[in-house]
């Protein structure tokens, strides 16, 4: 059979036996446009009253639209306009609404960013900022703590809004369980202090910290409750398809929205593994999501469940962006070959080094495979750099990229192994029953 992959904004066609086990989503069909569906959510919100009537009755001060970033894939400029042209018929004036990028940790967007986002209507017309967690002036502390007993500021916008509405692309996530929902104001608007705590070593080595669970998930009960101590007025949750098309909205309070959008997830993309494979081929989600190294670590580290212990992973990204921030780079420059060490410094080590928590979830995947057996194919790293990331370097031309990858399959279907297929990278993530 042939299978089609994303791989940067390019479409990969690899062949692969016909008794291959194909892991693909399955959502609904819709015949409705993004704004479409956005009105018809509006119209029948999940706990709580419709958008138009809270905003009647909103506080003094700024309507504040909390937004994914450009990791997110999420098409704001499909369904963002309509929804502040509704804003503005319950009275709401174009300087009184700001759109708030939720960054968490991530790099600012550049204006460039925003209008690819959002569209040159909203680019011009309305005030738009990103979250810098690192900037106290920005930053207001709330009052009462954390599921962990942590004191948390978040960003000052959003707090002194009078009107708050949070979006969120609901997907499974390979730390938080399911993205979305609350998941926008921790990470996405708290100080740099609550992210540390957020990605720490100890939530992280929970065995509950991973994709598609949320009970007693720490990192789930910990941004849970803070977004209980400042929650927002109103939550939409988006759901995109397979080719990244919104495919569902639900609105309304944000925890039963939320878990609404997760139910329907849950059914559409996390399949439950039928038996282990010997081999795993992923894709690490296409553009955007695969633009650096170390975004394409939740490829192979969400599809784990539905591969044998010291079996294989191929896996690929474009890492066009290359590696990632530079103290991540640092990082795996630092460890390479020495994840043990890792783990034993960021245990017992006195300070929390930005961007540790993507490589404590890539170890999860070195555990069960091996450093051999976890190939990434790429060609936006340098031989000599990608030789760094403790795997199986796979450096090709863009050019070359699909033969090599076609190679090493060809390597396991000859060797009568098992392979289990994720076109969809983290998009689709295997569960255990």
């Not at 706990?47 to 905003?55: I, P, S, V």
């Not at 633009?291 to 670590?297: A, D, G, K, S």
């Not at 939740?298 to 590696?323: D, R, T």
Request: neutral net charge.
């Amino acid at each position: 059979m042939i299978v089609s992959f994303q791989y940067g904004k390019d479409e990969l066609l690899l062949r692969f036996p016909d008794d291959s086990l194909l892991y693909k989503s399955k959502y609904k069909t819709k015949s409705k446009s993004a704004a479409e569906l956005l009105f018809e959510s509006i119209a029948s919100p999940i706990g709580g009253n419709t958008l138009g009537e809270m905003l009647l009755t909103r506080k003094a001060g700024k309507v504040v639209i909390v937004v994914s970033d450009i990791t997110r894939p999420i098409p704001y400029s499909k369904f963002l306009p309509e929804l502040i042209a509704l804003i503005e018929t319950s009275g709401v004036k174009k300087e009184e609404i700001t759109i708030l990028v939720a960054t968490g940790m991530h790099r600012p967007s550049t204006r460039d960013e925003h209008q690819q986002m959002f569209g040159k209507y909203i680019l011009n017309n309305y005030f738009i900022t990103d979250h810098d967690c690192e900037n106290r002036e920005e930053l207001l502390e709330l009052p009462g703590r954390s599921w962990s007993g942590s004191k948390i500021s978040l960003n000052k916008h959003y707090v002194d809004a009078g009107f708050r509405i949070v979006t969120g692309l609901v997907e499974p996530h390979f730390m938080a369980g399911f993205s979305g929902g609350r998941k926008a104001i921790c990470p996405g608007l708290v100080g740099l202090d609550a992210v540390q705590k957020f990605h720490g070593f100890s939530f992280l080595s929970h065995p509950n910290a991973t994709s598609a669970i949320l009970k007693d998930n720490p990192c789930h009960e910990e941004n849970t409750s803070i977004a209980r101590l400042c929650p927002p007025d109103y939550a939409i949750n988006i759901v995109l398809d397979t080719k990244k098309d919104v495919n569902s909205i639900v609105s309304g309070e944000l925890f039963a929205s939320h878990l609404a959008a997760v139910d329907y997830v849950k059914s559409a993309c996390c399949p439950e593994v039928s038996e282990p494979a010997d081999v795993v081929v992923t894709s690490c989600g296409g553009n955007p999501l695969d633009t650096t190294f170390y975004q394409c670590v939740k490829g192979f580290v969400s599809c784990l469940p539905a591969v044998k212990h010291q079996g294989e992973i191929i896996s690929f990204g474009s890492c066009s962006e290359g590696i990632g921030s530079p103290e991540y780079t640092a990082i795996m420059k630092k460890y390479a070959d020495n994840y043990s060490r890792f783990i034993e410094d960021i245990k017992n080590g006195p300070s929390f080094i930005k961007d540790q928590w993507e490589f404590q979830m890539h170890i999860r995947a070195l555990e069960k495979t091996g450093q051999q057996n976890l190939h990434f194919f790429t060609s936006g790293i340098p031989a000599e750099k990608l030789f760094q990331l403790s795997v199986n370097p796979h450096y090709a031309p863009a050019s070359e990229i699909k033969k090599r990858i076609q190679s090493q399959i060809n390597l396991a279907v000859s060797d009568q192994k098992k392979i289990a297929v994720f076109p969809e990278g983290p998009y689709c993530t295997p569960v255990t029953g």
